[in-house]
């Protein structure tokens, strides 16, 4: 059992931006947060002797060099693109329980506005994705060539079976707008954004609009995972690991055949997590959830527990999802509002949150915190955190 066996106990970020980028390479961008996260927890570079890059951005011996962390001795990188932090959390915490590393670091970044784009490496790089194969043969000769145009599908057919409506996506959108007006960090500080603004933006891929779509950034976070015994002697209060676990729907790497359409792989992670963190979504005081376009919060916490299948667009409208609401979600403002950093700033949200440090954003008592990420074609993973 690997509840409260490990803890974050250090968490880095960059500033954000878009044109003209960040200046720096994506290794020098993702060393920054690093650094920064290090620095946070009190620990120098040679204590760190895990690391578990994100997928395609860099090699976790690169990180060790720059580093300076000459006793590495557990590297891992998980392919499940943007489940892929929220999975590493989970694995980290597996290490250092079980003793295989003391101090795992987990950084992530990317110029995903100066650099190359999504589409480009999904079209020019089959093995960039799980599935690439499948979408350069199958997806992208009929138009489907990037993420909104893929996850389209999702939403239409939820729309149709469901009838969610535009104005739920909206809500989404607008909820991390909100959040976002309480970040300076945020990209989309002091830009507020209504219902009319909302469904007057231009049409991307129906249903999804320039607002349902999150933000191409450049950016990088990180945050350091260790043993629950040795975070009581470092400088940070640290954040339990209550719960945690990963999955992917079936078939994974493509979407059009599944059985049971609506199947992520958070559908199967989520349970286990709960049982494993004993508590119930209900006892949840925020959530965190990899926001890609506004139906992925949809769907996400309809899988998770939140609410049943097809009740989604309900709880989400109404300010349900805002700070106030019966569940805060993104209180930084997430993909569509703060920036874009591959899921892994989700995980720092919750730790201030936690730590009680999310100042204007902040929820009230927080004490339990759930973190998800999203990744590929729908592969999912989910951590239950406490304070």
């Not at 960059?14 to 003209?20: G, Y």
């Not at 200046?23 to 204590?47: N, T």
């Amino acid at each position: 059992m690997l509840r409260d066996k490990a803890c974050i106990v250090g968490i880095g970020e960059t500033p954000f931006c878009r044109k003209p980028g960040s200046g720096l390479s994506e290794m020098g961008i993702q060393l920054k947060a690093a650094m920064a996260a290090i620095e946070d927890a009190g620990l120098k570079p040679a204590d760190i002797d895990g690391i578990m890059p994100f997928p395609n951005v860099g090699k976790a011996e690169a990180f060790a060099a720059e580093l300076g962390c000459t006793n590495l001795r557990f590297a891992a990188t998980l392919h499940m693109g943007g489940a892929a932090p929220v999975a590493s959390l989970r694995a980290a915490a597996m290490a250092v329980a079980t003793g295989v590393a003391e101090h795992v670091l987990v950084p992530g970044g990317w110029n995903g506005y100066s650099g190359a784009r999504v589409r480009e490496t999904a079209a020019n790089d089959v093995d960039s994705i799980p599935g690439g194969a499948i979408a350069r043969d199958f997806y992208l000769p009929f138009g489907l060539t990037a993420p909104p145009q893929w996850y389209a599908l999702m939403a239409r057919r939820h729309m149709h079976e469901f009838g969610t409506t535009e104005e739920q996506l909206g809500a989404v959108a607008i909820a991390m707008r909100r959040h976002a007006q309480l970040n300076p960090a945020a990209l989309m500080h002091g830009k507020p954004l209504d219902m009319a603004q909302y469904l007057d933006s231009p049409m991307i891929s129906s249903p999804y609009r320039l607002f349902d779509c999150s933000l191409e950034t450049d950016g990088a976070a990180a945050f350091i995972v260790t043993s629950a015994e040795r975070a009581r002697d470092l400088r940070q209060r640290p954040v339990f690991i209550m719960g945690a676990a990963a999955s992917q729907p079936y078939p994974a790497d493509e979407i059009c055949g599944r059985p049971d359409f609506h199947r992520i792989g958070l559908t199967t992670a989520a349970p286990e997590a709960f049982r494993m963190a004993e508590v119930k979504p209900e006892d949840v005081d925020f959530a965190q959830i990899y926001d890609c376009f506004t139906f992925e919060v949809i769907q996400q916490l309809e899988e998770a527990g939140f609410c049943k299948r097809g009740e989604g667009g309900g709880f989400v409208a109404d300010g349900g999802i805002e700070l106030g609401g019966r569940l805060p979600v993104n209180t930084h403002g997430g993909l569509l509002s703060q920036a874009h950093v591959l899921g892994i700033s989700h995980v720092v949200e919750a730790v201030r949150q936690l730590r009680g440090a999310a100042d204007a954003r902040q929820v009230a008592g927080a004490e339990i915190g759930v973190v998800t990420g999203w990744g590929d074609f729908g592969d999912g993973s989910i951590a239950i955190l406490r304070r």
